[in-house]
């Protein structure tokens, strides 16, 4: 317990523990205290003094109230706490026994746990297998038990199931064909994957004998099959042999030009005038027809391999004229004085007449000028004879040409 030097650090603790009492003190509580501590005068005959009003009566059981708990106060305060310490330290060491036993108590949980799950999904996997060898059971109908001992027979490859002759298995074998859809006239490869030799038929006719591979000329339009027959294998298969027939339109321009195209516009192809090539890579072409002839016009796809060279033919006839006659009489009747060839439509004409001896007695580029017997129609007159008239023309649409006409001059 706290002790005091004096009367005045009592009251003062006093005053203080009383200010903070939950309880005020009356006001004239430390007025009292003073006087009564301050004077000599005997205790009990103030206290009856004080006591005979019931109002001071109420006021010193509440300062005495107070002062009492502020001595338990500080009694509390004083003595010291070894029990409690005691059983602070108890209850810490009962914690953390609590502590370690239920982190042993989570960890213990903590297995279970994970000894339950892993015993959930063998349960799971268990039940699993259980079903399906259930569905199993459920789809396996029961047999008789005679038909249970005996074997089902096993289900064989479909080439093993075939044969030769003699009984031997086909070896699996399968035909090869460079292609199926080939156009007219193609040449394909047939060959057989296991390389084996054999006989080749098309159609049933026989095309080759004791042959692994052969080429095949399809010419014809149609379907045909393919077999191979050998000691170990009888194969067969099927071909179809298209073509794509095109044609040519053919139209006429400006004087002596032509526009040739292909009727289908999606064909591209290259063009041939008498089998010379003159352009390529496209669907129509305009080509100068001029000189009288026959031309062969020929159109060759190269965008459809089944496509078929189409081909049309034009004709340039003869425009122009050129006749001519081998005697004349000049100063006899009249009649046939002069000698001239007829030429009409032409683009060129030179006349030269010679004598026997290749002596020129006359020329001339105009048609309409005649030779009349003289030489160069105004010099001396020829003599009756045989004559040599070379004659050079070109007419309209044609090649330049050169004609030796024998004429005989009578008089």
Avoid at 5 to 10: L, T, Y
Avoid at 180 to 190: A, G, K, Q, W, Y
Avoid at 328 to 343: A, L, M, R, S
């Amino acid at each position: 317990m706290e002790k005091f030097n004096n009367i005045e650090e009592f009251e003062q603790l006093l005053q203080d523990k009383l200010n903070t009492h939950s309880v005020s003190a009356p006001s004239d509580v430390w007025a009292n205290v003073a006087s009564s501590v301050g004077s000599k005068v005997s205790v009990f005959s103030q206290l009856s003094t004080y006591l005979s009003s019931f109002t001071n009566i109420l006021k010193v059981a509440l300062f005495v109230g107070g002062i009492a708990t502020v001595v338990a106060v500080l009694v509390a305060e004083n003595v010291e706490k070894p029990e409690v310490i005691q059983e602070q330290t108890e209850e810490t060491v009962s914690n953390e026994n609590n502590n370690t036993e239920s982190i042993l108590l989570e960890n213990e949980e903590a297995s279970n746990k994970n000894i339950a799950s892993e015993t959930s999904v063998q349960n799971i996997k268990t039940a699993k297998k259980e079903t399906v060898s259930a569905q199993k059971n459920e789809a396996k109908p029961d047999l008789p038990n005679n038909l249970k001992e005996q074997k089902l027979p096993e289900i064989q490859p479909e080439a093993a199931k075939q044969t030769n002759e003699k009984g031997a298995k086909n070896i699996g074998t399968s035909l090869l064909i460079s292609n199926r859809t080939p156009c007219l006239n193609e040449v394909i490869t047939l060959s057989n994957s296991s390389q084996l030799l054999g006989s080749w038929t098309v159609n049933g006719k026989s095309i080759a004998e004791n042959q692994a591979q052969i080429d095949y000329k399809c010419d014809k339009i149609g379907t045909f099959s393919i077999s191979l027959k050998s000691k170990k294998v009888s194969e067969q298969s099927t071909i179809t042999v298209n073509n794509f027939a095109t044609k040519i339109n053919t139209s006429k321009g400006e004087t002596g030009v032509y526009n040739f195209s292909l009727v289908n516009k999606t064909i591209l192809a290259n063009w041939y005038k008498n089998n010379k090539l003159i352009s390529t890579n496209t669907n129509t072409i305009k080509v100068i027809l001029n000189n009288v002839g026959q031309y062969e016009i020929k159109a060759l796809p190269i965008n459809n391999s089944c496509a078929l060279a189409a081909i049309t033919e034009v004709n340039i006839e003869q425009k122009g004229k050129f006749e001519f006659y081998t005697a004349f009489t000049p100063g006899i009747d009249g009649i046939n004085d002069n000698y001239k060839v007829t030429i009409e439509n032409y683009k060129s004409f030179f006349i030269q007449i010679f004598s026997a001896k290749n002596k020129k007695v006359f020329e001339t580029n105009d048609p309409n000028l005649g030779w009349n017997g003289r030489e160069f129609n105004n010099g001396i007159e020829c003599k009756t004879g045989e004559y040599i008239a070379k004659v050079a023309y070109q007419l309209n649409g044609e090649e330049a040409k050169t004609q030796n006409i024998k004429l005989t001059l009578l008089r």
